[in-house]
């Protein structure tokens, strides 16, 4: 392979391939990268020259971005390259298309900050933004905490520019909000977790930020409550409502008790909570009336609406404070999709199941749940790989009849590669695995990611 | 094919399939429906048990809505069978989960009736609701008069069933707002105009309708104006505005003088006006107040705002009397996006060649320029084929350059297969056709509209 290692230098530079003990070095600590090189382009015409060199070799590559995703997608074998976009820095904004255009290698922190210097807003924002690139954030679809209002990376994407397998370079990098001159070719890429394509470029949309903001914690008599209650928000918010987090008591409790930094705001026996937040000018006297019907009306118990800047962000930091969950011991953290219905029964029914196969189990439940989103963390003492794999049984399981997701925002990767067909049929799994031969027919993106493909 | 024709019948029953004077009965006064059989299957095993009998015919099939389509998409040869899906008709609403699950023959009218009855509304509308098909409006990813608030349909599809070529049922019907469970499928679909599969059932996501609405027609002093002018209303309006409509001189006052209905709620002397709304409780007042500081910035010279919904049906009434254009005599109307900054000069110098080439053509503009959308309609006296083609060359062939869409929303057909390669690059043609192979092998899908592919 000395020659094909001489090919990649002669694409990227010297300094652009590590391997050997430089890539040892990079990769220290990080058991779950196990590559023999590592390659850095510059630009997108390196990117196709070493994915064509790639090809031709028949060496398998793992595109990496930030390495924020959750589901082992970016994992590498010892006979794997890593393509890591991280030279790839451009970014511009357009203040009257109202775009941003950028390398895949730019950091969601970095696009968020050219948005707000030019007086606009880019619509995703989720916990990772320091180290996760947008390129990273289109090959997982990436969601966060602003979906129910702007939707995901999909709905932000006005066009990309990908690198096939073969070195192909698609350039559909649309500006255009309206544009059905033939297929729309980007969709492919958008969440295939790099199986498909290379994202070298994204243009995503800009949006005005609002004018203001209004962030409230409720307390609620039971699931029940939940659906009319967001319906409420929704019809009153005008399409401003922007977060709608409910948490169950178990983590409500967690997250406010010592040592948890924050003492609770609403008493603890309530069984449900729900962080809410509108993005608009009078977004707090907004959230003020609302509330106050819907505690008439019995869909809420309780509310206490921040009355300044510093107040929302203590509400959101307990809300983020998932660490707390730790205190107990190692988690198995989840992220599955259910229709809104479906959601109180199912959480209720999986922590019986839990709790009569493991008496000292703990369960937390919280989540987006206005995009019907639900996170849950689960403590089994001494949980081995066969106990991993039946606890994973009695969260997926159900879901096959509720017709609900195995992930709903991190992927599948390889972590939950076993348990896609859950949500998906097999006429489905032929059809991806018709489009992963037809685009990569010699199986060298990300192979094994995703689902099964032939070896190269 | 006597066999072929019985194979059909056993499939859909004799009442199910049109041939010979029944056919040309039904067809009569339609010049551009050709067709040798029409077969009108009544669930998705039928349509699944047509296509798979076609595809092992080797005869051409052309799925058809409610033939609302302006680029010939659903033409037929006199060799084809049309796949009508007009007994598909099942609807059903969920409140909770917020969708309609319906199947590909009902009518937009139909689905926006049930979702109003239910409380909630379709966020798609468009003036052809009486006749086109949910189905139709999938395979073209219809447009229409909210995009700039609630997007085309694709960004409103929460899921589809489609049967592919051979016959294989695709169930996509996933009702999660967030699933990224494997690859979305269903966007290969949505768009693609009938050739990759047929649409036989859509999920769509239902919204809550505005407590409100405001509606003004704005007179603008210049082009340079409609950027700024944008902002100010997005930023100001909360994400509420729906529709940013803009009229250049030239068409207002064709609609607005005799015979059209309508006088001039406005001047007829400034150089562009817009139709603003906004779906919001106090939408009226709130475009009072933005309207008087963009008056005072220069940006609006002139403006009434509907006091009532009788106004502002009168002012969407002037808008949508597209008909006074024929007045003339015949139109070419074109369909096409651009980069707002671009879109001004663009139809400046579209207007001067026009002229130059023939000085008693008639040129207006409009469209819905939130969108990025202009409608161009065209009077050239006495205009034969090759004077079309030559008129579709000075509009088209500067699209290049821009990067503009030859079709926004309406899609390319047949009528505009000869200029696609304005808008797309030869790498995206090679992975268009990857997938029409891949999907279609044996090209039995609408063969040869949107573009060129391989005889059966």
Not at 17 to 25: P, T
Not at 308 to 337: N, T
Request: aromatic share 4%.
């Amino acid at each position: 392979m000395g020659s094909f290692v001489e090919t990649l230098r002669g694409i990227v530079g010297p300094a652009g391939v590590l391997e050997g003990d430089a890539l040892q070095a990079r990769l220290a600590g990080k058991p779950q990268q196990q590559a023999r090189w590592l390659v850095r382009p510059a630009d997108t015409a390196e990117v196709s020259q070493v994915l064509a060199a790639c090809h031709a070799a028949g060496v398998a590559v793992v595109p990496q971005g930030g390495l924020t995703g959750l589901v082992h997608a970016t994992d590498t074998r010892p006979d794997e390259l890593i393509l890591s976009l991280e030279r790839m820095q451009q970014l511009s904004v357009d203040t009257t298309q109202r775009v941003l255009v950028a390398q895949a290698g730019v950091l969601l922190e970095s696009a968020q900050a050219a948005a707000v210097a030019a007086g606009l807003m880019v619509p995703v924002d989720l916990g990772a933004r320091g180290s996760a690139t947008l390129g990273g954030m289109v090959a997982t679809n990436a969601g966060g905490n602003s979906v129910i209002r702007y939707g995901m990376m999909r709905e932000n994407l006005r066009g990309l520019e990908v690198v096939l397998a073969d070195g192909t370079v698609l350039d559909m990098t649309n500006q255009l909000v309206k544009n059905n001159s033939g297929y729309d070719l980007k969709h492919l890429f958008i969440g295939s977790e790099g199986t498909l394509g290379v994202v070298t470029r994204v243009v995503l949309r800009l949006c005005e930020p609002p004018a203001g903001r209004g962030t409230a914690l409720l307390a609620l008599p039971g699931f029940d409550a939940v659906a009319p209650l967001l319906r409420r928000l929704d019809q009153a918010l005008d399409g401003t409502l922007s977060a709608f987090e409910v948490m169950w008591q178990d983590f409500y409790r967690t997250v406010t008790t010592p040592p948890a930094l924050t003492r609770p705001p609403l008493a603890h026996d309530h069984p449900l909570y729900v962080l809410v937040e509108c993005g608009t000018a009078d977004g707090t006297e907004r959230l003020c009336e609302i509330l106050a019907a819907a505690m008439e009306e019995g869909t809420v118990a309780d509310a206490t609406i921040a009355q300044s800047e510093r107040e929302a962000k203590a509400l959101w930091a307990m809300r983020d404070d998932v660490a707390q969950l730790r205190r107990s011991g190692p988690l198995v953290a989840y992220d599955i999709s259910l229709r809104l219905a479906d959601t109180g029964p199912y959480i209720e029914d999986l922590r019986g199941a839990i709790g009569r196969r493991w008496p000292g189990a703990r369960v937390w439940a919280f989540g987006h749940l206005g995009d019907g989103n639900v996170h849950v963390a689960v403590h089994v003492p001494q949980l081995d790989a066969a106990g991993r794999s039946e606890l994973d049984g009695l969260v997926y399981t159900p879901l096959q009849a509720l017709r609900g997701a195995v992930s709903a925002e991190h992927g599948i990767g390889l972590e939950k590669k076993a348990w896609l067909a859950i949500s998906r049929t097999p006429a489905e799994f032929a059809l991806m695995r018709t489009l992963k031969q037809s685009l990569d027919p010699r199986g060298v993106l990300n192979p094994g990611r995703v689902f099964d493909t032939p070896l190269i």
